[in-house]
C-alpha cells in the first residue's frame, strides 16, 4: 500500500515537474518563474518519502526534460533536481534555515561550475568570455564614436573602464556565489509557503540577529589578508583565489557585522524601521559597509554580544 502510494505520489510530481520545465523552457516571462519552481516537487516527495526514491523521481525526471527539451536541457533538471532533493532532506531533519540555504547555494554553485566546465570543454562556448568581449567591443565602439565627434575621453578613464572590464573576468567565482546564493534563496523562499500548505514541517527562520558565522572563518580570512600581501602576477591563478576569497570573506565579514548591529539593536530597544533604514544606506555607501565588516571581524574575535 506504501509502495503504490509513493509511485502515485511520484507520478503526480513527474506530471508537475513536467509542466513547469515545459514552461520555463518555451514560455518567455513565466518562465522565468515557473524555473524557480522546478525544485519545489523534488522537495516535497523528498520529506515524505526519503532520500532513495527521491533519487528515483529525480532520474525519471531527467529522461522526461530531454523528451521535452533536447539532451542540452539536462543540466537544468539536474541542478534543479539535485538542489530540491538536498534541501528537502535537510528541512525533513529540521535543521536551521540558514544551514539549509547554505547548503543549497553549494548545491546550485557545483551545479553551475559543472555547467561551465562542460559549456567550455564540449561545447566550446565560453558565455563568460564571449559576454565580455562583446563588453568590450561595444567600449570600443564607443570611444571612436566619441572620438569621431572631436570628444575624446581621457585616458585616465579609458584605462579605468579597461581595468573594471579585466576585473570583471577576473570576479567570475565570487559572481558564481553570488548568483548560487542568490538563487537558492529565492528558490526555497517561493516553495516554502507550498509546503506549509501541504502540512509539511518546514519550520521557521531564526532571528537573523542570531546568526553567526564559525570562528574558523576569520582565520580563513586573516590567512587570506596576508596572502594578498604577496605581489603574484595578474591574472595568474594565485591572483584570482587570493582576490575572489577576500571578496567573499569580506562579504562573510558584512553579513556577521550585521548581524551583530541587529543583535545590539534589538538588545537596546531601537524599532526595526530604523535599524531596516540603516541597512539600506550601508548598502549603497561602500564606507560604511566596511565598517559593519570590521564590525563583524571584531564579533567574531571577540565575542562583542556577551558585552552587551
Same mark, same amino acid.
Given at each position: 500500500?506504501?509502495?503504490?502510494?509513493?509511485?502515485?505520489?511520484?507520478?503526480?510530481?513527474?506530471?508537475?515537474?513536467?509542466?513547469?520545465?515545459?514552461?520555463?523552457?518555451?514560455?518567455?516571462?513565466?518562465?522565468?518563474?515557473?524555473?524557480? #519552481?522546478?525544485?519545489?516537487?523534488?522537495?516535497?516527495?523528498?520529506?515524505?518519502?526519503?532520500?532513495?526514491?527521491?533519487?528515483?523521481?529525480?532520474?525519471?525526471?531527467?529522461?522526461?526534460?530531454?523528451?521535452?527539451?533536447?539532451?542540452?536541457?539536462?543540466?537544468?533538471?539536474?541542478?534543479?533536481?539535485?538542489?530540491?532533493?538536498?534541501?528537502?532532506?535537510?528541512?525533513?531533519?529540521?535543521?536551521?534555515?540558514?544551514?539549509?540555504?547554505?547548503?543549497?547555494?553549494?548545491?546550485?554553485?557545483?551545479?553551475?561550475?559543472?555547467?561551465?566546465?562542460?559549456?567550455?570543454?564540449? #561545447?566550446?562556448?565560453?558565455?563568460?568570455?564571449?559576454?565580455?568581449?562583446?563588453?568590450?567591443?561595444?567600449?570600443?565602439?564607443?570611444?571612436?564614436?566619441?572620438?569621431?565627434?572631436?570628444?575624446?575621453?581621457?585616458?585616465?578613464?579609458?584605462?579605468?573602464?579597461?581595468?573594471?572590464?579585466?576585473?570583471?573576468?577576473?570576479?567570475?567565482?565570487?559572481?558564481?556565489?553570488?548568483?548560487?546564493?542568490?538563487?537558492?534563496?529565492?528558490?526555497?523562499?517561493?516553495?516554502?509557503?507550498?509546503?506549509?500548505?501541504?502540512?509539511?514541517?518546514?519550520?521557521?527562520?531564526?532571528?537573523?540577529?542570531?546568526?553567526?558565522?564559525?570562528?574558523?572563518?576569520?582565520?580563513?580570512?586573516?590567512?587570506?589578508?596576508?596572502?594578498?600581501?604577496?605581489?603574484?602576477?595578474?591574472?595568474?591563478?594565485?591572483?584570482?583565489?587570493?582576490?575572489?576569497?577576500?571578496?567573499?570573506?569580506?562579504?562573510?565579514?558584512?553579513?556577521?557585522?550585521?548581524? #551583530?548591529?541587529?543583535?545590539?539593536?534589538?538588545?537596546?530597544?531601537?524599532?526595526?524601521?530604523?535599524?531596516?533604514?540603516?541597512?539600506?544606506?550601508?548598502?549603497?555607501?561602500? #564606507?560604511?559597509?566596511?565598517?559593519?565588516?570590521?564590525?563583524?571581524?571584531?564579533?567574531?574575535?571577540?565575542?562583542?554580544?556577551?558585552?552587551?
Amino acid at each position: 500500500m506504501r509502495k503504490t502510494h509513493a509511485l502515485t505520489e511520484a507520478a503526480i510530481e513527474l506530471a508537475l515537474f513536467a509542466v513547469l520545465f515545459l514552461m520555463a523552457l518555451y514560455v518567455p516571462v513565466i518562465g522565468f518563474v515557473a524555473a524557480l #519552481f522546478l525544485a519545489l516537487p523534488f522537495m516535497v516527495f523528498t520529506m515524505r518519502h526519503g532520500l532513495a526514491p527521491a533519487w528515483l523521481l529525480l532520474v525519471a525526471a531527467l529522461v522526461v526534460s530531454s523528451l521535452i527539451g533536447s539532451f542540452l536541457s539536462l543540466p537544468m533538471a539536474l541542478m534543479f533536481g539535485t538542489v530540491g532533493i538536498t534541501v528537502g532532506a535537510m528541512l525533513a531533519k529540521q535543521k536551521n534555515r540558514y544551514l539549509i540555504w547554505l547548503v543549497g547555494a553549494l548545491v546550485f554553485l557545483a551545479n553551475i561550475v559543472l555547467n561551465y566546465i562542460i559549456s567550455i570543454q564540449f #561545447f566550446q562556448v565560453d558565455m563568460i568570455r564571449d559576454t565580455l568581449g562583446l563588453v568590450r567591443e561595444s567600449f570600443d565602439t564607443a570611444m571612436r564614436m566619441m572620438e569621431a565627434m572631436g570628444q575624446k575621453p581621457p585616458a585616465e578613464m579609458q584605462k579605468q573602464l579597461e581595468q573594471g572590464i579585466e576585473l570583471i573576468g577576473y570576479m567570475v567565482p565570487t559572481l558564481f556565489v553570488i548568483a548560487a546564493l542568490a538563487l537558492a534563496y529565492v528558490t526555497i523562499m517561493v516553495s516554502l509557503p507550498i509546503m506549509k500548505r501541504l502540512k509539511l514541517p518546514v519550520g521557521t527562520w531564526p532571528p537573523f540577529r542570531e546568526l553567526s558565522l564559525p570562528k574558523s572563518v576569520l582565520w580563513i580570512y586573516i590567512m587570506v589578508l596576508v596572502l594578498s600581501m604577496f605581489p603574484f602576477a595578474e591574472g595568474t591563478f594565485p591572483y584570482i583565489a587570493v582576490l575572489n576569497l577576500s571578496y567573499v570573506l569580506q562579504l562573510a565579514m558584512a553579513v556577521q557585522g550585521f548581524s #551583530f548591529l541587529y543583535y545590539a539593536a534589538y538588545k537596546k530597544g531601537i524599532a526595526k524601521g530604523v535599524v531596516i533604514a540603516g541597512t539600506v544606506v550601508c548598502l549603497f555607501l561602500p #564606507f560604511l559597509l566596511y565598517l559593519v565588516a570590521i564590525f563583524g571581524i571584531i564579533d567574531l574575535g571577540f565575542d562583542l554580544r556577551r558585552r552587551i
